[in-house]
């Protein structure tokens, strides 16, 4: 048993993905707490998708180099994250359908880019690969997280405010729009830089399942925050060993393990699980 | 009760013949007159007769599709508006002080809310009679006292033009006697109030100058035909 847990760090390029995925775990849920609760979970499939082709081009442009393709992301992502805004305001927020449509069609470029060049490995790049988790992208994952939190703190009361009552915040101090730019910037910057060990299509699991499953742990917005890191982390951990020992890809691993424990908290949390809800007094 | 702004209290909003719409709709045109400093005005009509449209638009947040309002030479900070609260995501993990409290200072990256602003939160919610809740989330609260909460928050907004719009919808009996003397203390302090209102028993009442929105104009300090408002 404690072979099946300890062997796969035994490895250092799985201590390396440890160490990315770690950061990721605490830079990245926080970020989704706030998406959800501002009821924007399905811009954060549509930034995953969206980065996509901008990773493609950085690596048709500059081979496979961790920046070049994190540039390319980082810059698809936020011009797909600025076509959101203006449409959710061209369309008075019922903008889902053309987000739907949105991240199809960067999902297709995406592939149909990656795919055009025989030397790009697909599966590497929509669902990960611990492997590859090079110097230039745990720096990558480190810095992002290191950037982020500080900023997140910065920003935290005006987004919070935002996120409450956009209205209010239009009326008084009229820079909700600034905020709720950088808090998408922070975004781009999180899915892109988990995606070199899980993959584009998985790095905003590590981001979404464990804010969704902090909701039914906690009143507070702190409260969510704190257990959404500790479900990351502990998924980031559990995964990769599932990920050494099945023999299956980091990506979908830590987010099958993030899924599991989101399970278990709609089941049995204490707040609104469903559990709660047929017992209301236990 | 608040200490009063800096500047004197009350402000004289003066509309000079405005039009406003509302997308492609008409809604209001060629409306003139003064809200003066201090005063107390019930903003009267049906459904769909401008009357959010005129109150955002008093708040600098609606454009004006012609003539123009004068807030007597005073920023942004200093008008105070109540919206509809149910469009308030009521789930939100935030505890009564906190919402009170991200209104009572300008935020930003370096502001702190300090020891004074959380003095004024904590009167603020004692004021509306919430004062033992202040560490409750939201979620917990009826809409009678989520509505005592955006009152709160209001007080601490310290600002010489209050606008509410259907301050008393959805709330009880007692709860909107207290938001009442709330009102009534700020047009004590000399704040100018524009209210958004319904119930015409409690406009004859309270509020002694009225504007009712009827045929894309307003009538001032007129009250809706009783016939009218019974259909």
């Known amino acids: ?282 | 009760m608040l200490p009063v702004g800096r500047r004197g209290l009350g402000t004289v909003i003066t509309l000079d013949n405005i039009t406003l719409r509302h997308g492609n709709r008409l809604v209001l045109t060629g409306l003139s007159g003064r809200f003066e400093s201090g005063s107390q005005t019930a903003l009267i009509g049906a459904n769909g007769s401008g009357k959010t449209t005129l109150l955002r638009a008093i708040a600098g947040l609606h454009p004006l599709a012609g003539g123009r309002i004068d807030w007597d030479g005073f920023h942004r900070r200093d008008i105070a508006l109540l919206a509809q609260g149910s469009h308030l995501d009521r789930s939100f993990p935030i505890t009564c002080r906190d919402v009170v409290a991200l209104a009572a200072t300008r935020l930003g990256p370096f502001r702190s809310i300090g020891k004074d602003k959380l003095a004024a939160t904590r009167a603020a919610l004692e004021r509306v009679d919430l004062g033992e809740m202040e560490n409750r989330p939201i979620q917990a609260l009826s809409a009678g006292q989520f509505q005592r909460v955006l009152f709160a928050r209001t007080i601490v907004q310290d600002a010489r033009l209050i606008l509410l719009d259907e301050p008393f919808t959805a709330v009880d009996a007692a709860t909107t006697q207290v938001l009442l003397s709330v009102i009534q203390d700020w047009h004590a302090q000399g704040r100018t109030v524009i209210a958004v209102l319904h119930d015409m028993e409690l406009v004859r009442e309270h509020f002694p100058h009225t504007l009712l929105l009827s045929g894309q104009t307003g009538h001032w300090n007129a009250m809706p035909d009783p016939g009218l408002q019974a259909a």
């Open chain 1, 1 to 282: 048993m404690l072979d099946f847990l300890l062997e796969p760090f035994a490895l250092g390029f799985m201590r390396r993905a440890l160490a990315g995925c770690l950061a990721l775990s605490v830079s990245a849920p926080p970020l989704g707490v706030f998406l959800v609760l501002r009821r924007m979970s399905l811009m954060s499939d549509v930034l995953q998708h969206g980065v996509l082709p901008g990773i493609a081009v950085g690596a048709i442009a500059a081979g496979l180099s961790v920046w070049a393709m994190g540039l390319g992301g980082v810059v698809a992502g936020l011009a797909v994250a600025v076509v959101a805004g203006w449409l959710a305001r061209r369309t008075g927020g019922r903008e889902d359908s053309q987000l739907a449509g949105m991240y199809l069609l960067a999902l297709a470029a995406g592939v149909a880019l990656i795919s055009a060049r025989h030397s790009l490995d697909l599966t590497h790049i929509l669902f990960g690969n611990v492997l590859a988790v090079d110097d230039a992208a745990l720096f990558g994952m480190a810095g992002v997280a290191t950037v982020t939190l500080p900023v997140l703190a910065l920003i935290w009361r005006p987004l919070v405010l935002e996120s409450l009552d956009p209205g209010f915040m239009a009326a008084t101090a009229g820079k909700g729009g600034l905020w709720h730019l950088l808090f998408l910037v922070l975004v781009v910057l999180c899915v892109v830089s988990g995606f070199v060990a899980l993959g584009t299509l998985m790095s905003v699991g590590l981001m979404m399942l464990p804010a969704i499953a902090a909701r039914h742990w906690s009143d507070s917005l702190a409260g969510q925050v704190r257990v959404s890191v500790l479900v990351a982390c502990l998924s980031s951990v559990g995964g990769l060993i599932l990920s050494y020992n099945l023999d299956i890809p980091a990506g979908p691993a830590i987010v099958l393990f993030a899924g599991g424990l989101w399970v278990l908290s709609l089941l049995t949390g204490p707040r609104d699980s469903l559990w709660r809800q047929a017992i209301p007094d236990a």
